[in-house]
């Protein structure tokens, strides 16, 4: 016998589905590890720097991920629902980042074109300080406007 946390219903527990649909159904180990082998990786990136997908093979990278505007959120929760409280009380909603204005991150295809070209010749063609340069070929955030210059300076340099 189960019981709905959210509904406060009771349902029978069986270890296979039928066709009413009116018993829950437990996973097992095995079903729980096969979901987490075919599982896509949010938070990393494939050998070619492109994001993950279920036939990515190879060593998996880091996602980087730029903090827009950090939003405080309390390490304590309400538990009350759990000594028979209403767990509905509960405020489910997802904190989000506020979207970011000034700072992009180049695509990851453009920046492996941008590798083959030679750091020394981006540096001198861009005019912009090797630091900036490293940045945006290691897909840190820079300001807008300097990207959008890094992308018309290497569009002449490749043509």
Not at 26 to 45: G, M, T
Not at 70 to 75: D, E
Request: glycine share 6%.
């Amino acid at each position: 016998m189960g019981i709905n946390l959210f509904d406060r219903q009771t349902y029978q527990i069986s270890m296979a589905p039928n066709e009413t649909r009116d018993k829950v159904v437990p996973d097992s180990f095995r079903i729980i590890l096969n979901q987490y082998l075919k599982k896509e990786e949010a938070k990393s990136v494939g050998p070619d720097g492109m994001p993950c997908t279920k036939a990515t093979r190879g060593l998996l990278g880091r996602t980087r991920i730029a903090a827009r505007k950090i939003i405080p959120v309390g390490k304590e929760t309400d538990r009350s629902w759990e000594h028979g409280g209403d767990p509905r009380s509960l405020d489910r909603r997802p904190r989000t980042l506020r979207p970011q204005t000034k700072m992009c991150v180049a695509d990851p295809s453009e920046r492996k074109r941008w590798s083959k070209i030679g750091v020394r010749k981006l540096i001198r063609e861009s005019h912009l300080s090797p630091t900036t340069v490293y940045k945006i070929l290691e897909g840190e955030p820079v300001r807008c406007y300097i990207l959008s210059g890094f992308i018309q300076a290497t569009d002449k340099t490749s043509a």
